[in-house]
Nanobody
Framework: QVKLVESGGGSVQAGGSVRLSCAASQLDIEYYSMGWFRQAPGRAREGVVCINTSGRSTYYVDSVKGRFTVSRDAAKDMVYLQMNNLEPDDTAVYYC?????????WGQGTQVTVSS
């Protein structure tokens, strides 16, 4: 059974950093574009960043550009999101997603809370 498991969330003060990890099992992420999404209370889920299969192409939502960095390790089937200079508006549940040609998978999410 394919699983994506996020970890690394927690509580941090504004200006701090958090590194999220997404571990894929029964899934060779080499063949999937990977993305991080987030959902804050009362708001729709939004895409934060995506990274293509090779890792050479990334797209960041404007609000996180210059602060967040995505990376992937195909050998370990892992995806990471380094989040620096966090702001209270970054508070949300963060989800990992794997996108294939005709299929996609979601993780269960990890909470990140940024206090001012």
């Amino acid at each position: 059974q394919v699983k994506l498991v996020e970890s690394g969330g927690g509580s941090v003060q504004a200006g701090g950093s958090v590194r999220l990890s997404c571990a894929a099992s029964q899934l060779d992420i080499e063949y999937y574009s990977m993305g991080w999404f987030r959902q804050a209370p009362g708001r729709a889920r939004e895409g934060v960043v995506c990274i293509n299969t090779s890792g050479r192409s990334t797209y960041y939502v404007d609000s996180v550009k210059g602060r967040f960095t995505v990376s992937r390790d195909a050998a370990k089937d892992m995806v990471y999101l380094q989040m620096n200079n966090l702001e209270p508006d970054d508070t949300a549940v963060y989800y990992c997603k794997a996108d294939g040609i005709a299929v996609h998978y979601w993780g269960q999410g990890t909470q990140v809370t940024v206090s001012s």
